[in-house]
């Protein structure tokens, strides 16, 4: 049984892009219906009002009719019923349909070290940052990224944790992803360095301060994770504190576990929040994996 149940794909006009969306999420949700989304922004010429441009209407018809064919084509190859062209401002209709439709994972591309892209390519953000339900960014082919067929990925699933109260919500989604699709669950944390913490403070006159507080710091991560992986059924060995940049660190973490999903935390309109908060535009847009934002309730 599928960890989410209801689904909105949004999809691009790259076919390639689109079909490996699409089968990422049929893995990820089997036994689900998806529905698929495509937004056209209008271009801003429609609002001059100006009768020499009449004939762009004609145009918009033409695209729409085949926005239309490629949504009906793209659908049937993967048997979902339902489909949607909307037009108007991407980010907003997508966040808009997901919340009216009781969605609970929007799933769309990404290129990974050059951000995320979808429709006109910076909408995406928006949608991380402002969606109420869990959105699941795809690491898509292209631009010589190596990705694996959707249905040999999610193998190893990383969890990157702040340690707060909201710890387990990120946790509980990520251990049923991983349950359900056989997947090894590791734990991760980062510390930020001391003098990275209090800015503006001259770290050599509180270096055994901060030093003393990092080593303490570590010690109670340590402790904390390996207390949530006994919890779990996990080992110790699943779990892995790194010190320095957040986002730095855990996309070192995804490359030296081979991890296939990234799980961090969200808090929708207050933007994606991992770790010290406004680090997580850097980890989602640097990772070279799948990154599900879980939405904190």
């Known amino acids: 049984m599928s960890t989410f149940k209801k689904v909105l794909v949004a999809v691009d006009l790259e076919e390639d892009s689109a079909v490996y969306v699409l089968e990422s999420a049929r893995q990820l949700a089997p036994d689900v219906p998806l529905e698929v989304i495509h937004v056209l922004e209008r271009s801003h010429f429609y609002n001059l009002g100006d009768p020499t441009l009449a004939l762009i209407g004609d145009l918009h018809e033409r695209i729409v009719a085949e926005v239309n064919e490629y949504l009906d084509k793209l659908c049937k190859r993967f048997d979902v019923d339902e489909y949607q062209l909307l037009e108007g401002h991407a980010a907003t209709l997508i966040q808009r349909h997901a919340d009216e439709q009781g969605h609970d994972l929007v799933v769309l591309g990404t290129h990974g070290r050059h951000g995320i892209r979808l429709l006109l390519g910076s909408t995406a953000n928006a949608v991380l940052h402002g969606t109420r339900c869990n959105v699941l960014a795809i690491r898509v082919p292209g631009e010589g990224a190596a990705v694996k067929p959707a249905d ?11 340690l707060s109260a909201e710890t387990d919500q990120v946790l509980d989604v990520a251990e049923l ?13 980062v510390i930020k360095p ?11 006159t509180l270096s055994d301060v901060g030093l003393q507080f990092e080593h303490e710091a570590d010690q109670q991560a340590r402790a904390r ?10 080992s110790e060995a699943d779990t892995l504190v790194r010190h320095g940049a957040p986002s730095v660190e855990i996309h070192d973490m995804v490359a030296e576990l081979g991890s296939d999903m990234l799980v961090v935390g969200t808090h929708g309109k207050h933007g994606v929040e991992l770790l010290l908060g406004s680090t ?3 980890v989602i847009h640097g990772a070279n994996c799948d990154v599900l934002a879980v939405r904190i309730r």
Do not use: C, M
């Not at 040999?152 to 702040?162: F, P, S």
């Not at 991983?178 to 991760?188: P, V």
């Not at 994770?225 to 996990?234: F, I, P, Y």
């Open 177 to 189: 992803v991983s349950a359900q699709e056989n997947a090894n669950l590791q734990i991760g944390h």
């Open 280 to 282: 997580a535009n850097a």
């Open 194 to 204: 001391f003098q990275h913490a209090y800015a503006g403070i001259n770290p050599t």
């Open 152 to 162: 040999q990925k999610y193998q190893g699933v990383l969890a990157a944790v702040d």
């Open 225 to 234: 994770l390996a207390g949530l992986a006994k919890e779990r059924g996990l």
